[in-house]
C-alpha cells in the first residue's frame, strides 16, 4: 500500500531544542490568547484555501493510503497541514518557508522516485508504504529527515546541479546521520532515519558534479542493506512487513544507481521466470521474436541482451492486445488472450502494492541496467554506442509502458539524454543517416516521443534534422 510517513511522537525526534525552550517557559494569558486568535485567523484561511482549491505548500503526514484503500482513524484520505500551519509553534530545525517554496517548483515532481510523489495539483509530499503508526502532524520535525527532504527537492529545482543550498543541507544530513547512528537504539536506527538515507542515495546518484562519485552511493546503499540484516532489527520494533517495504525501496535505489552511474548493482534479487513461464505457453511462444529491424546490428551483441529485446517485443505485444490497442499485433484470439488473467501484470495493476520488484516490467528494467554495467560509457566504437543507445530505448519503452501512480521524470529523462548522447558522439565520426538509418530512426523516434523534456525534444529534432 502506499502509505505517509510520521514520525511517532515529537518527544522521539532528536535534536529538539525549540522544544525544549518551549518546555522551560510558561506562555502569558495575554500571549495564549494572541496565539489563539492568530491559529483562529489561520483556521480560516486555510478553510477559504482549501475551499478555493489554491492551499499553496501542504504537506502530508501521518496515515492515509492515496486510492481507495480503507482509511485508518482518520476522516479523510490525507492528513494535511496547510501553510500557515506548517510550524506555528516553530518547532522544526530550521524555517518551513524555503521548503514550501521548493514543494511549489515544478521541477520536484520528479524528485521522489522511488520513495515519494510530490502532488502538483495540491503540493502533498506522498511516501511509499513507510506508514508510522500513531503519528502526529510532525515528522518533518525530525532534523536529518527535514535536511534530506530538503536536500532532494533543491538538486531537482537546481536541474541536478549542486550549489550552495545543497551543501549546506548535506552538510546538516551526514552531521546528523553521524550523531543518529551513533545513539540509535541497540544499532538500529528509527524509520526517519532510515528515510532520509534512502533520500541521500537519491542525492547521490543524481547529482552532476566533476567530485562526485558513485562510490558514496554505494556506501550508503551497503550501510543500510547491513542495517537491514541486523539481529536485533525486529526487537526494534520493526515488523517483517516493514522490513520488505524498506528493502524494496532500498532494492530500487540500487536499481536506479546503477542506471543513473553506470556501475553493477550491488543487491541480489530473487529470479523471475514469468516471461520463461510465457514462452512455453503455447499462446504467447509466437510472441517472442526479435524485432526485424535490429537484426542487421545484433552480430556483436550477447545473446542474454537479444532475450532481452525477445521479451520486450513479446510484452509490448501482448499490453496491445490485452488493452486492445492492437488486436493484430499477435497471432491470438480472443479466448485465448483470456485463458491467464493479466499475463502480463504492470505497474499501474500494482500501485495498491507499491513500488513492485517482482513483475514483468521490472524483470525488464533490472536485466537492462546489468547489461548497460557491462559496457564502456566511453566507448567511441560505433557499434557500442548502438548497442547501448538500444538498450537505454529499451529501458524507456519499458518503463513507459506504464509507470503507475509513482512515475517520476529521473529516470526516463536519463535514458533520453543518454540516447541522445551516443547518436551525437555516433554522428562526430559518420553520419549515422549513411551507416545506420533505420536504427539512428527508431531510437530518435523514441528518445523525442517519450521525453517530457523541451531541451531533449529540440535536441532529437536538431539530430533529425542532420539527415
Known sequence: MFELVGSSSPDEAPHRQHQATQRQHGISHDSQRQRDQTWDQDMETTTMDLADGNLIGPITVGNGAITTACLTGLDSPYSVLGCSLLDPFDTLCESPERLRQLLRHPLVKSAGEPLFRVDQQTNLVLFQGFQVEDAPLSFLADKTLFHALSLLLTLEANNHVPNYET???????LESLRSDLLHSRDGVPSLQIITAILMLISYEYRVQDTQSNPDTAAMHIRGLQRIMHHPDILASGYSPQRIQQIQRALSWQDIICSLATGTPRLLPLEGNDAFDRLRENKLYHSCFVLPEGLAPYTGSWPETSLAVFEDLNA???????IHGQNASSADLNDEDINTIPAPVPLMEDLDDEGYPLYNNQANLEIRLVDLLSQTKADSQNQDDL??????????LCTYRLSAGLWEGHFVPEKCVTEILKCIADFSRHVSPWKLAPDISFWLLHVAGGLTK???NKKQAALLMQRS
Open 167 to 173: 551543501l549546506h543541507h548535506r552538510g546538516q544530513v
Open 315 to 321: 510484452m509490448c505485444q501482448l499490453v496491445d492486445r
Open 386 to 395: 548502438i548497442y547501448r543507445a538500444c538498450l537505454f530505448a529499451a529501458y
Open 453 to 455: 523534456s523541451q531541451l
